[in-house]
Nanobody, 121 residues
Framework: QVQLVESGGGLVQPGGSLRLSCAAS????????MGWYRQAPGKQRELVAT???????NYADAAKGRFTISRDNFKNTVALQMNSLKPEDTAVYYC???????????????WGQGTQVTVSS
């Protein structure tokens, strides 16, 4: 079994910062990419940022210049530093682990349970 556990969400004022963290645990041999997605009420889940095991990054336009994704391959953790937050960043943020190869030889994607980020004055 593989589990992703997120932390760091909360309520912040516009212009503030938050740091989200996600730790993957279980029978993990390797993870190709890790990332963050978000889903606002009434909207589809959308990409925020991803980072590969070679530290290649991909950001949504809305995240560029404000958010920074980082990863520790040895600890199987990923973090998202979010600065200059706006009310439109309000959403449930989900951690994703893409193409997780387990020690049993299976391979699939995994999702965390989500953490709420609310940007409001």
């Amino acid at each position: 079994q593989v589990q992703l556990v997120e932390s760091g969400g909360g309520l912040v004022q516009p212009g503030g910062s938050l740091r989200l963290s996600c730790a993957a645990s279980g029978s993990i041999f390797s993870i190709y990419a890790m990332g963050w997605y978000r889903q606002a009420p009434g909207k589809q889940r959308e990409l925020v940022a991803t980072i590969s095991n070679a530290d290649g990054t991909n950001y949504a336009d809305a995240a560029k210049g404000r958010f920074t994704i980082s990863r520790d391959n040895f600890k199987n953790t990923v973090a998202l530093q979010m600065n200059s937050l706006k009310p439109e960043d309000t959403a449930v943020y989900y951690c994703n682990a893409d193409n997780v190869l387990t020690t049993w030889g299976t391979s699939r994607d995994y999702w965390g349970q989500g953490t709420q980020v609310t940007v409001s004055s």
